[in-house]
């Protein structure tokens, strides 16, 4: 694993009440914020925030940062077992922002996420965020460890 310099901030907010490459159910929702499908390239988060806005509509809210894809799930109803059940404790879970605790946000800093990243968060609330990651250059052995690693104890398939 090699790191390639390359760095770059998503900043942005959840700009939609339903978005685009979403998946929800009961009151969970899972939406695609990143997708990068080259071969042999994997990202490692450095650090997780929220983007604080300005003025009036200034909120906080709880998300957590993820590698599964929404599309992996079978369909509502699976997702939203795995959302109040396993989602806590499933492998794709890179880190989470919390704002009722004064170090609010964990991070896996060991997780490299080889293909996606999705905000899993409350739905009907719109978080904002500002996350910072770095490219690596990976093997092909790498690139199927990191996968595995990422959806091992996993009830899904492997996206």
Not at 6 to 13: I, K, Y
Not at 16 to 36: C, H, K, M, Q
Not at 76 to 101: C, H, K
């Amino acid at each position: 694993m090699k790191r390639t310099g390359r760095r770059l901030t998503l900043s942005n907010d959840i700009n939609s009440i339903e978005p685009v490459g979403s998946i929800a159910s009961s009151d969970y929702r899972l939406a695609t914020i990143f997708s990068d499908d080259r071969e042999n390239y994997g990202w490692k988060i450095v650090d997780i925030k929220q983007l604080s806005p300005i003025g009036a509509t200034a909120r906080g809210v709880n998300f957590a940062l993820m590698s599964v894809r929404p599309d992996s799930f079978e369909d509502n109803a699976t997702f939203g077992v795995w959302a109040a059940n396993r989602q806590p404790f499933d492998n794709s879970l890179i880190g989470t922002f919390n704002i009722s605790f004064g170090d609010n946000y964990s991070l896996r800093t060991e997780h490299v996420a080889t293909n996606h990243l999705s905000m899993f968060y409350n739905d009907g609330e719109i978080p904002y965020y500002n996350i910072t990651m770095e490219e690596y250059e990976i093997t092909s052995r790498e690139e199927i460890m990191f996968k595995i690693k990422e959806t091992s104890q996993s009830l899904s398939d492997i996206s």
